[in-house]
């Protein structure tokens, strides 16, 4: 490999393989006896949650691409054929470690806290006859048996929905196939008596098998099994022959969970006849069909930990630094004309952003609110408070359509926006909107015109915001807002700019200003000046920026990557990257921010956006990426933030130059430094503390005021 090109394939770990191991590091923590045990079995959820979206979005585009007879290499050599090969076995590995934590850990580990899933067939007395009345009262009346036949077609599956099949004989002698669908409007789980203060639930899948022989009378069951069929959910717009974007995508979402299939989940134990019908009828290679040893669909088992009120089974509750904004908008944006403001969230409350917004909607002073949507909550108050502000100023919202899984949410905010009187764009015709950006213009007091902003690396969702870790800068830095500005007329009349400084726009100029950044930092190290990077991103992908952090460790740069998800830069290799250490951390919050230091001889710049390192934020969506001027907030970054999840013992995961992950030697069982949990007790100490440093969030001394 020394003396290879530097696009060598062999210098690349396939993104989509190193995906599934990322799924993993969130399974080793449903498996780690550290944790709270309903937390562990939330944690087997989201493994299974993870998991559907992959297979719905990229697995559906390698079938897409193989449909269309694609030859395109990925940047590791393979066919894209060839890649579906290898994200199948890896996800039939994958999938079969989810179900021996599920029987051989989760199992145990709820008995011994006295919380079953109980079989229907091992009920008696009290339990057995609840059981029993709710199915009859509230599962079989909505139930709708289906016998295929030649008057009766094979049933539309929908997307993710779980079913049962079933291998029937008639009084005639006649086989015949029968499919029920599981009603998606009732909870899988239904608690029953149990003696002893014991938590016993039995599964709507297993009321169903077990009373089915009441929805197929005249027929004898010979055997049953429970199914999922996971579909494509990837839109297929052609954008420029689309007259209107918000009806094209509206129309796909309505088919969306009636696309090809591209995954059959089923019992282990399936009748073979059963499988070989699904497989037919559904039109799937055997790749794809994976057969469990348990529930399918671990997802639903988060249900568990909904149901169940035990605080010694969870984690403590978490209560982030409040801040209350002043009442007196006045006052609110003179401080932020002092100072500007950076929120670590979830650490910080997202109370605030969303009051900000709140009170420019209410302050007479406020002319226009501009803001970017890409996901939002169903119930959103930041939605809302946009709202609130049409009815007085002119508000202006780009709302991306597109957001994978997201869609009909997107549009329904769309459509109430523009009853409301919002301007609604939907951004640049074969571009996603991922740019997490809010622009105020305001009247101050003293005549002029100004504009505030706020801009972050995460979604504006509340919802999400309580556990994915993000940070937020509010302004009123001229520079900063003014390219927001400008931002903004690109994403509304395509007006482009030769020059966003002191922002990076993607994809007008941030790839290219990035690869000037790692550049620099490789002439400052052959100068034998301070070169370092540290670099938080959720994935690493781009070729041309692999290249550089080569060149740059060949170089003397020392690069520090703390990537959450798929890295296909291969690290620790002698005479290639041997000064690139790459971790990653998976724990109770989602980390999410993008963070970008670069030392520069003495003098580090911080860049925060909503940019990973991959193609598509780089080259196929609008990003942002901004800087951090004060320089109390970037030795904030650098040392409260950074520097902490280098230090972190307990949750990070090591990437080693063969793709596998490896938490660092001798830490086991809850032993060892966290980052979370550090940042977590300073929010709290601070809450508490009379700190008064610029660089944490602190009330300022008139715009904010500590929330008790």
Known sequence: MKHTSLDDHRRYLNRYVQWVEFNRRVLEEARDI??????RV???????????EFVEIRVSSFLQKIEHGSRELSPDGLTVAE????????MKVFVTD?????????????AKEAIRIVPVRELSGEALKVARNYYYSRVYPLLTPVTVDPSHPFPHVLNKLLSIAFLLRARDGKPYFGVVTVPRALSRLWRVPAADNALHFVSLQDLMTTYAPKLYRGYKILAWAAFRITRNSNLYLEEEETRSLLEAIDSQVARLRKGDAVRLEIEAGAHPEIVARLVSTFGLDESLVFRVDGPVSLWRLSQVYEEISKPDLKY?????????????ADALFDSLRRQDVLLHHPYDSYDTVVDFLRIASRDPRVLCIKQTLYRTSADSPV????????????????????ASLDEASNIHWARRFEHAGVQVFHGVAGLKTHAKLLLIVRQDP?????????????????????????LSLLTCDEEITSAVHDVFN????????????????????MAGTFLALIDREVNHARRGRRARMIVKVNAVSDPPIIQALYRASEAGVEIDLIVRGPCSLVPGVRGLSSRIRVRSIVGRFLEHSRIFYFENAGQPEVYLGSADWMERNLYGRVEVVFPLKDPQLRRRVHTEILGSYLADTRKARILESDGTCLRPPGVRNGHGFSVQEHLMSVASCAATSEQTSRGAPQPLEVGFELRE
């Open 83 to 90: 890649e579906l090969v290898q994200v199948s076995a890896a």
């Open 446 to 470: 003293d005549g002029k015109i100004r504009q505030y902003a706020h801009l972050g690396t995460g979604n504006y969702n509340p919802s999400t915001a309580r556990y994915y870790t993000d």
């Open 490 to 509: 690109y994403l509304t009349a395509y007006s482009e700019q030769a020059d966003y400084t002191p922002l990076m726009v993607a994809p007008r100029n």
């Open 34 to 39: 550290a944790n709270p045990l309903l937390e």
């Open 316 to 328: 403590p509750v978490f209560r982030p630094r409040q801040f209350r904004l002043s009442r007196n």
């Open 42 to 52: 939330k944690f087997l959820g989201i493994t299974a949650n993870n998991l559907d």
């Open 98 to 110: 989810q179900y021996k934590c599920w029987n051989q850990e989760l199992i145990p580990a709820l």
């Open 383 to 402: 939605a809302r408070a946009l709202l609130e502000g049409a009815a007085k100023k002119e508000v202006t919202v780009v709302v991306e359509l597109k």
